[in-house]
């Protein structure tokens, strides 16, 4: 299957029935060329070049790729999205690193995939609703979270429910001073003339559009009145403002699994087990008396819908894949089979998934109608749209920037893809084979062990590490990581020491080594500064340094280190500690944590989310669930052994920690009272 070449060769595209998608043009039989990417001709009778590649689409019909513009990113859903005819996808954010990166054209020719455009990762509140979220907790969040992302050139912003309203504004105004849209739910306590007023706003979902009660909740879908939504219905359609309904999220919850079990064959482990989870806790009170509820809901969504359209809004078809039971591809053609079942004609339906969706993500200009000059995504299919959308699931043939995939060539690329996914499950099932650190000579055992790391089922990682005290008294804590590939991150191998004296860093080292690449980070306290290098085979990088009095150091985004967990063991006081953080791309940030012990566990509120690490009465940290966002990492124990002696107990203090938490709350209420609204914080 030699898809590499098939986007240098002149293509034409002869004798079908042609549906640019441009306003207030007619079908007609035409030939479309190919060439460099791009359409460069359509006309009825073009003289072809020598050489040109001569495909015949008589009978057949000519449409513009579909744009699914609601998903979540993941790239082992490439084919899946291509076999559907869906070329181009609105992200709502996930690795910032990863989705940035693999937007670049090279990256999306290597599969192929489809376009897709990012906010890099989305913005949220403090907890954040998602894993990968940026947390917003003050206004100056706000202007630096917006000004990095601006100079990563993401698309637009998109931003999650419960951000608070003054946060909301603040990262609106800092969107417009960047010139970029936000997209996402309409914001809670924000009225939605000022948040049209505030953005350039594309709204995500439905239920921000529910009108308010008095103390600030809002009506639910079981009990409003049509009637109710008549003043949004008129401000968005006046505004034209762009709306994505995701009907299919409602839809999905009043099905049962079973029709899409085979699906999961074609995705990661994790999903079987997210997705089986959704369906374990839906199953529980899936009685005929819920699903006359849901389809009510259902009924009133898409009256909604109809509404908003003959209103003069601009809704726009995203599926929300791939969250439970939606699945990537196929999602979409169910959302515009629902928008027909509302009453919207299948040709204006045709519209809004390729038109106005690539003007929604921006791409107006380059995708979304079949115009010369524009990018080359397009679809070959049997029947005709005008009549129904139905043979759009299974095009005769997909282009995506000028490559033509047969409808055997997708099936290929499928089944590659669900190939390649048993195997993965199939190594996931073999133990990582880890060497153990070793402790420099002199350096006395305390602890030593092997935990691994899952999320959502699947493996994230293994680490072996041990614990031993020098001659000065300072703890060394070394730990070798075992990274298994996943999709287009590469294996790789973390080795990382800690140097704790007293319960202060004093030294680290966190060398990774990924395909013939090797990074190095290294600190050392040099007077009361803590003093930085980094290097990238063996190329210097940067030197940078910090006041601050550091408490662990923690790989952030690169996976979290049970070094990190056994240097938090040994912090003696509750309250506020600070950390070391490694970005993605190894640089250092400082990051406030605060540390309370509970009757379980100590509880570690970090800035992405929290923890709780569970000791063993000799110090060996059992396992921890780190929160992200929702979504949870969990790393256990798989191993250990103190060596025959006491091992090195943690510092946990139930009792400590509800002090602690008393003293806070009696000073927030002393603050409150004074109207200064402050809060609470160890030192």
């Given at each position: 299957?030699?898809?590499?070449?098939?986007?240098?060769?002149?293509?034409?595209?002869?004798?079908?029935?042609?549906?640019?998608?441009e306003?207030?043009?007619?079908?007609?039989?035409?030939?479309?060329?190919?060439?460099?990417?791009?359409?460069?001709?359509?006309?009825?009778?073009?003289?072809?070049?020598?050489?040109?590649?001569?495909?015949?689409?008589?009978?057949?019909?000519?449409?513009?790729?579909?744009v699914?513009?609601?998903v979540?990113?993941?790239?082992?859903?490439?084919?899946?999205y291509?076999?559907?005819g869906?070329t181009?996808?609105?992200?709502?954010?996930?690795?910032?690193?990863?989705?940035?990166?693999?937007r670049?054209?090279?990256?999306?020719?290597?599969?192929?995939?489809?376009?897709?455009?990012?906010?890099?990762?989305?913005?949220?509140?403090?907890?954040?609703?998602?894993?990968?979220?940026?947390?917003?907790r003050?206004?100056?969040?706000?202007?630096?979270?917006?000004?990095?992302?601006?100079s990563?050139?993401?698309?637009?912003?998109?931003?999650?429910?419960?951000?608070t309203?003054e946060?909301?504004?603040?990262?609106a105004?800092?969107?417009?001073?960047?010139?970029?849209s936000?997209?996402?739910p309409?914001?809670?306590?924000?009225?939605?003339?000022?948040?049209l007023?505030?953005?350039?706003?594309?709204?995500?979902?439905?239920?921000?559009?529910?009108?308010?009660?008095p103390?600030?909740?809002?009506?639910?879908?079981?009990?409003?009145?049509?009637?109710?939504?008549?003043?949004?219905?008129?401000?968005?359609?006046?505004?034209r403002?762009?709306?994505?309904?995701?009907?299919?999220?409602?839809?999905?919850?009043?099905?049962?699994?079973?029709?899409?079990l085979d699906?999961?064959?074609?995705?990661?482990?994790?999903?079987t087990?997210w997705?089986?989870?959704?369906w374990?806790?839906?199953?529980?009170?899936?009685?005929?008396?819920?699903?006359?509820?849901?389809?009510?809901?259902?009924?009133?969504?898409?009256?909604?819908?109809?509404?908003?359209?003959?209103?003069?809004?601009?809704?726009?078809?995203g599926?929300?894949?791939?969250?439970?039971?939606?699945?990537?591809?196929?999602?979409?053609?169910e959302?515009?089979?629902?928008?027909v079942?509302?009453?919207?004609?299948p040709?204006d339906?045709?519209?809004?998934?390729?038109?106005?969706?690539?003007?929604?993500l921006?791409?107006?200009d380059?995708?979304?109608?079949?115009?010369?000059?524009?990018v080359?995504?397009?679809?070959?299919?049997?029947?005709?749209?005008?009549?129904?959308?139905?043979?759009?699931?299974?095009?005769?043939?997909?282009?995506?920037?000028?490559?033509?995939?047969?409808?055997?060539?997708?099936?290929?690329?499928?089944?590659?893809?669900?190939a390649?996914?048993?195997?993965?499950?199939?190594?996931?099932?073999?133990?990582?084979?880890?060497a153990?650190?070793?402790?420099?000579?002199?350096?006395?055992?305390l602890?030593?062990?092997?935990?691994?790391?899952?999320?959502?089922?699947q493996?994230?990682?293994?680490?072996?590490?041990?614990?031993?005290?020098?001659?000065?008294?300072?703890?060394?804590?070394?730990?070798?990581?075992?990274?298994p590939?996943?999709?287009?991150?590469?294996?790789s191998?973390?080795q990382?020491?800690?140097r704790l004296?007293?319960?202060?860093?004093?030294a680290?080292?966190?060398?990774?080594?990924?395909?013939?690449?090797?990074?190095?980070?290294?600190?050392?306290?040099?007077?009361?500064?803590?003093?930085?290098?980094?290097?990238?085979?063996?190329v210097?990088?940067?030197?940078e340094?910090t006041?601050?009095v550091?408490?662990?150091?923690?790989?952030?985004?690169?996976?979290?280190?049970v070094?990190?967990?056994?240097?938090?063991?040994q912090?003696e006081?509750?309250?506020?500690?600070?950390?070391?953080?490694?970005?993605?791309?190894?640089?250092?940030?400082?990051?406030?944590?605060?540390?309370?012990?509970?009757?379980?566990?100590?509880?570690v509120?970090?800035?992405?989310?929290?923890?709780?690490?569970?000791?063993?009465?000799?110090?060996t940290?059992l396992g921890?669930?780190?929160?992200?966002g929702?979504?949870?990492?969990?790393t256990?124990?798989?191993?250990?052994?103190?060596?025959?002696?006491?091992?090195?107990?943690?510092?946990?203090?139930?009792?400590?920690?509800?002090?602690?938490?008393?003293?806070?709350?009696?000073?927030?209420a002393?603050?409150?009272?004074?109207?200064?609204?402050?809060?609470?914080?160890?030192?």
């Amino acid at each position: 299957m030699n898809i590499a070449t098939l986007c240098v060769q002149a293509v034409a595209l002869v004798g079908g029935t042609v549906h640019s998608m441009e306003p207030g043009a007619e079908p007609r039989i035409a030939t479309v060329l190919v060439e460099g990417g791009r359409i460069v001709a359509v006309a009825p009778d073009l003289e072809l070049a020598p050489g040109t590649r001569r495909i015949d689409c008589a009978g057949k019909h000519l449409v513009p790729g579909l744009v699914d513009a609601l998903v979540n990113f993941d790239p082992e859903h490439d084919a899946l999205y291509l076999a559907r005819g869906v070329t181009f996808l609105g992200d709502i954010g996930s690795d910032l690193e990863l989705a940035l990166t693999l937007r670049e054209p090279e990256w999306r020719d290597r599969t192929p995939g489809p376009g897709y455009a990012s906010p890099g990762a989305v913005l949220g509140g403090d907890p954040p609703s998602s894993p990968g979220a940026l947390i917003v907790r003050h206004a100056q969040d706000a202007a630096e979270l917006v000004e990095m992302l601006a100079s990563r050139d993401a698309d637009y912003l998109c931003v999650q429910p419960g951000l608070t309203p003054e946060n909301w504004r603040a990262l609106a105004a800092d969107a417009n001073t960047r010139g970029l849209s936000v997209k996402g739910p309409l914001p809670d306590g924000v009225p939605v003339e000022e948040a049209l007023d505030a953005a350039e706003l594309g709204v995500h979902f439905l239920d921000g559009l529910l009108p308010t009660l008095p103390d600030g909740k809002r009506v639910g879908w079981s009990i409003v009145l049509p009637r109710a939504l008549d003043p949004v219905v008129e401000l968005l359609g006046a505004r034209r403002t762009y709306v994505v309904p995701v009907l299919a999220s409602t839809a999905v919850r009043l099905e049962t699994p079973e029709a899409k079990l085979d699906a999961l064959e074609s995705m990661a482990s994790h999903y079987t087990v997210w997705w089986g989870n959704e369906w374990g806790a839906r199953q529980r009170s899936f009685t005929e008396q819920v699903l006359a509820d849901g389809n009510r809901v259902l009924e009133k969504q898409m009256a909604l819908v109809a509404r908003l359209d003959a209103a003069g809004a601009r809704v726009v078809p995203g599926s929300g894949a791939p969250h439970p039971w939606l699945v990537p591809g196929e999602a979409l053609h169910e959302e515009l089979a629902l928008w027909v079942k509302a009453g919207l004609a299948p040709y204006d339906v045709l519209a809004q998934a390729t038109r106005e969706g690539a003007a929604f993500l921006g791409q107006g200009d380059e995708r979304g109608t079949l115009t010369v000059g524009k990018v080359a995504d397009l679809l070959v299919v049997d029947g005709d749209p005008r009549e129904s959308l139905a043979s759009l699931r299974e095009p005769a043939s997909v282009v995506v920037r000028g490559r033509v995939l047969s409808s055997e060539t997708l099936g290929e690329l499928v089944a590659a893809v669900t190939a390649d996914q048993e195997a993965k499950r199939a190594a996931e099932r073999a133990p990582l084979e880890i060497a153990p650190p070793v402790l420099p000579e002199g350096v006395a055992p305390l602890l030593a062990g092997e935990v691994e790391t899952r999320a959502l089922g699947q493996r994230v990682s293994g680490e072996r590490w041990a614990v031993g005290r020098e001659a000065d008294g300072s703890l060394l804590l070394v730990g070798r990581m075992l990274r298994p590939a996943q999709g287009e991150i590469t294996a790789s191998e973390l080795q990382i020491q800690q140097r704790l004296l007293n319960g202060r860093l004093t030294a680290f080292s966190v060398r990774l080594l990924a395909e013939g690449q090797e990074v190095n980070v290294v600190g050392s306290l040099v007077g009361e500064r803590m003093q930085l290098r980094r290097e990238h085979n063996g190329v210097h990088l940067a030197t940078e340094n910090t006041d601050q009095v550091l408490h662990a150091l923690s790989l952030g985004s690169l996976g979290g280190s049970v070094t990190t967990a056994i240097a938090i063991g040994q912090r003696e006081r509750q309250g506020r500690l600070w950390v070391l953080a490694l970005g993605s791309l190894f640089e250092p940030g400082v990051m406030e944590w605060e540390l309370v012990d509970q009757p379980d566990g100590r509880l570690v509120r970090t800035h992405s989310g929290g923890m709780v690490i569970e000791f063993d009465e000799d110090g060996t940290p059992l396992g921890w669930a780190q929160e992200v966002g929702r979504g949870q990492l969990a790393t256990l124990s798989r191993e250990a052994s103190n060596f025959g002696g006491p091992g090195l107990p943690s510092r946990h203090d139930a009792a400590a920690g509800e002090a602690y938490v008393a003293e806070v709350q009696r000073r927030r209420a002393e603050a409150e009272q004074k109207g200064e609204g402050g809060t609470g914080g160890g030192g």
